[in-house]
Structure formats: structure tokens, C-alpha cells
């Protein structure tokens, strides 16, 4: 709805004008002002997209009210009416940005015309703006799928380099600062917290939320220098169990790993949350992983940091024969330094929990492990442990076996089809019904390459084809293939082929015009 004020100190001249616009323009909804002060008041209430202002008037000019309309309300239109055609009247008006003007007494025919010119200048702003603001709703949902996507990628696979560096630079967060991850454990049926906790953690400060796996939520939360590390943990935990209105938080439970400069270590400190929920039975729902029990005999030291990590990733990989390995190399090494049995089989039981929730994670189901009795000796400790193990093989095995031969195949002509849209692993995920990590984890194996490299290798042997048309801009170009940012693209498109998008159509171009 198009609002138009009409101001003047006659009253004929309001009606008339009024008559005659609402004839030309049925759409329009037309209010009138007897003087400058009135236009001032009635600016505010309807906030106009058009005025026409009568110059001279008692009290205040129209140049003067046009002046103070135009500090609160800068989008609004104004044409000028005066009965004297002056020219420091006009001066004074175009200073203003008053858009055209109409001499009293005017024809109607050029009063349709005048109005009619502006009214199109209000309908492409107009125009113009809601593809603004549904460009920015779309990159704004761009970014939610870059923030989803860069937590796992940094937590659960091993991406080229260019790729993590463009999202950071999309997700504006410099990535030199300092950052440890928090895991949200929820409980069944509480999936719904999701959306909250995510606006919670933005309330907090700086952090990329990650998808929802199974019931855990992993958070990469960057540190706020003006507060301690635990501090600032404390302080978030505490808020997002706060959300917990339905009193499910004696199923909440939050790890809390240490902090790392480096993106290349964050996984680590996804590891070390993931091991602090190991036991969630305690009072308080939170633990950091420098209080976690498995510390009270092993050093934390980088030679255990390397093992743990190289746990997790056997365990993704699926390589059952070094999980063996080193799940009775650990047992070898409490008996030879004289620990207890019982502690042994403690330790033994954590590592097989951690290799459940990760397994649960990639969306393998597996069954609750522990152990059906005390252990009299370490030889019964290791049998009953490659019983565990066994089991748990034949959960992964089985649950790969069902997944059909074609998936890999359904996903790349997804991807081939739909590059120009937003893609993330988790929309993926939900198209071919597997976990975000196990598409990961599929595309390396089979295709040898990321599923963000097929991504954007479909989307710039398209931009490369769409080049050859020079009747098509760098801009249209970007958003037909996918992008939402012209210099991001040409970034990706420089990364990829080496040359810019110019410089790649400048020399097509050279070698149709050789041909020819």
C-alpha cells in the first residue's frame, strides 16, 4: 500500500488535488495536511512514501517542514507545488532532495504525470529492497549452513585448507583467537532445544554451533579475553541449562574441553569434552575435561592427546584391528605398572564408551557396553574385552552392510543437480538418510575427495559455461551457480582455475574472435 500526503493551506486545492490522484491512481491511500506543522505530526503517525508540499504556507514553509520531515523519515518522496516558478525555491529544494515540482495552477494531465514519475521511483526502491532483504535472508541462512558445516568439518573430518579459510572469512570470526569446544548431552525428545541453545550461545558471545548428532550438540565457543576460561565456560553452561524448561536438566549433562589457538587442534578439544560426559550421574551437570577421573593416574601429556586422537579417528575409520591393538596395548601397560585390576577394567570400560558415542554419532547403533562381571585376572580382562570389541565390530560392519551400494552414486547427482542451492553435509545427510559424518567419511573413500570439493567443482565447471555468454553479468553469474557474493566467488573461481572470472571470460573471448 502506497501512502501519499497532500499539504496545503486550501482547502479546494487539497480536494481538487486529492480528486484527481485518486482518479489516476486507485491504489493509492491519500492523506491531507492543512499546514506545515500538521505534515510534520501526520509523517510520523503514517510515515508517507510521497508529500507533496505547498511552498508558501502561514506558521512554516514547506521547505522548512520538508527539512525536518526528512531527518526522521530519509526514504520519504516530496514533490514541490508553489504558485511561483523561482529559482531559489528550486535551489533550495533540490539541496533538499525534493524529487520534482508542480506550478499552480497545474493541469491535471500534468499532476498524473509528475506524481506518476515519483510513484515509479517509490515502486523500483520498493522493489529493490525486498530483493535486498531476501538476498540478506539468504545469506544470512548461507552463513547458518557455512557455521553447521565448519563444526563438523573442523571436528570430524580433515578438509582442504582453502575451504576452511573462506568459510572462517564468511563466518567474520577471526580464527587466530583462542577457542575450546563444549558437547551438550540431551535427552530423548528434548531435540526441540535446539533453536534455543543456539540463540542462547549467540546471546553469550562469539561461537559456531554445530548440528544436532543423535543427542549431542558439539559448540566451538571462542574466548572472551575479559573473562577467566572457566569463567566464561561456567557462565555458558549455566545458561543454556537454564533453557531447560520442562526439568529434563537431570538428563542434561555438558563436557568441557580445553583451549587450543589453532583450528587444527580444536578437534582435540572436542575429544577431551566428548571423554568429560563420560559419567553423567553426577550432581553437577557439567564437567571440564581437566577434572575428568581418567587424569588421576595418566599425564596429561601430548603423547596421550596424539593416542586419544588416534583413537577417535580408528574408531570412525572403522579400523577394528587397531582398535584391538591399542585397547590391550593399554591393558598390558597398567599391568606392567602394577595397577590395580580393577582400575585397568575402569579405564578399559571408558575407551569401549567412547567408541560407542562416537559410533553413535556416524548412526550406528550399539549396544550398552559393560562388562558382565569383575574380571578375576588380566587374561579374563582381555577375553571379556574382545568379546566388547567383537560385538561392537559386528554392530559397524552390519550397520554398513545395510547401507545401499548406490548412496554414493544418489548423492553426487544430487549435489550435480541442486549446486546452485545452498548444500550442507547435514542436508545431505537427510536426503539419503545417513549421518553427516559417514557421507564424509564415504566421499574420501570412494571419490577421494570432499564432498565441498565436488561442490564447488560442479558449481565453477557451470560458471565456466555461463562465462562463455557475454550478455550475462559477474553478478548474475554468482547467484545462477550458487554464490551470494561476487568476491567470494571470484575468490573460489581464482583458487580453482588459477585466473580470475574476468580474466577466464577475456580469454574465451580472444579465442572466438581467432576462430572467427
Not at 568439518?153 to 564468511?170: G, K, R, S
Not at 575402569?346 to 550406528?364: C, K, P, S, Y
Not at 564432498?451 to 559477474?474: G, H, M, Q, V, W
Request: aromatic content about 8%.
Amino acid at each position: 500500500m502506497v501512502k501519499l500526503l497532500i499539504v496545503d493551506d486550501e482547502p479546494t486545492e487539497l480536494e481538487g488535488m486529492q480528486a484527481i490522484l485518486q482518479k489516476a491512481f486507485p491504489e493509492l491511500t491519500i492523506y491531507q495536511g492543512k499546514n506545515g506543522k500538521m505534515a510534520i505530526e501526520l509523517a510520523d503517525t503514517i510515515q508517507p512514501d510521497l508529500i507533496l508540499m505547498d511552498i508558501m504556507m502561514p506558521g512554516m514553509t514547506g521547505l522548512e517542514a520538508i527539512e525536518k520531515i526528512q531527518a526522521g523519515h530519509p526514504t520519504t518522496k516530496f514533490v514541490m507545488v508553489t504558485a511561483f516558478d523561482m529559482f531559489d525555491y528550486a535551489r533550495q529544494a533540490i539541496k533538499l532532495g525534493v524529487k520534482d515540482y508542480l506550478l499552480k495552477p497545474s493541469k491535471a494531465s500534468e499532476i498524473v504525470s509528475t506524481v506518476g514519475r515519483v510513484l515509479e521511483v517509490c515502486r523500483q526502491e520498493r522493489e529493490a529492497k525486498v530483493i535486498s532483504q531476501m538476498q540478506q535472508e539468504k545469506w544470512q541462512k548461507t552463513l547458518a549452513l557455512a557455521e553447521t558445516d565448519i563444526v563438523t568439518q573442523l571436528l570430524f573430518d580433515h578438509v582442504h585448507e582453502v575451504h576452511i579459510d573462506m568459510l572462517v572469512e564468511m563466518l567474520a570470526i577471526r580464527s587466530t583467537y583462542e577457542k575450546f569446544v563444549v558437547v551438550v548431552l540431551l535427552p530423548e525428545g528434548a531435540e526441540h532445544y535446539y533453536v534455543p541453545i543456539k540463540e542462547k550461545v549467540r546471546e553469550m558471545g562469539d561461537a559456531w554451533v554445530g548440528a544436532l548428532y543423535g543427542q549431542q550438540l558439539p559448540i566451538i565457543v571462542f574466548r572472551d579475553q575479559k573473562k577467566s576460561f572457566r569463567l566464561q565456560a561456567i557462565t555458558l553452561v549455566k545458561a543454556i541449562l537454564s533453557l531447560d524448561k520442562e526439568k529434563m536438566s537431570v538428563d542434561w549433562f555438558i563436557g568441557i574441553g580445553q583451549v587450543y589457538e589453532s583450528l587444527d587442534e580444536i578437534r582435540q578439544s572436542y575429544q577431551e569434552a566428548l571423554i568429560a560426559t563420560a559419567d553423567t550421574t553426577s550432581v553437577v551437570k557439567s564437567r571440564f575435561y581437566s577434572d575428568a577421573p581418567t587424569l588421576s593416574v595418566e599425564t596429561d601429556n601430548q603423547v596421550i592427546k596424539q593416542q586419544q586422537q588416534d583413537y577417535f579417528d580408528q574408531i570412525r575409520l572403522g579400523d577394528w584391528g587397531a582398535i584391538r591393538s591399542g585397547v590391550l596395548d593399554l591393558i598390558q601397560q597398567h599391568e606392567n605398572a602394577g595397577n590395580s585390576l580393577v582400575y585397568t577394567q575402569q579405564r578399559v570400560l571408558e575407551l569401549l564408551w567412547i567408541a560407542n558415542r562416537v559410533m553413535d554419532e556416524m548412526g550406528v547403533e550399539a549396544d550398552t557396553t559393560f562388562f558382565s562381571f569383575q574380571a578375576q585376572d588380566y587374561r579374563q580382562l582381555r577375553t571379556e574385552t574382545l568379546l566388547l570389541l567383537e560385538r561392537m565390530n559386528t554392530n559397524y560392519k552390519t550397520h554398513y552392510d545395510r547401507v545401499e551400494a548406490d548412496k554414493i552414486h544418489q548423492i553426487k547427482q544430487y549435489i550435480s543437480e541442486h549446486s546452485h542451492k545452498d548444500i550442507s553435509l547435514d542436508i545431505l545427510a537427510k536426503k539419503v538418510n545417513l549421518s553427516p559424518i559417514y557421507i564424509s567419511k564415504m566421499f574420501k573413500e570412494k571419490l577421494g575427495i570432499n564432498y565441498i570439493d565436488f561442490l564447488t567443482e560442479c558449481r565453477i565447471e557451470k560458471a565456466k559455461k555461463l562465462l562463455n555468454d557475454p550478455e550475462r553479468s559477474l553478478k548474475e553469474i554468482t547467484f545462477e551457480v550458487g554464490y551470494h557474493e561476487p568476491n567470494y566467488f571470484s575468490k573460489v573461481f581464482k583458487k580453482i582455475c588459477g585466473v580470475s572470472p574476468k580474466e577466464y571470460r577475456k580469454t574465451l573471448m580472444s579465442k572466438q574472435a581467432e576462430v572467427k
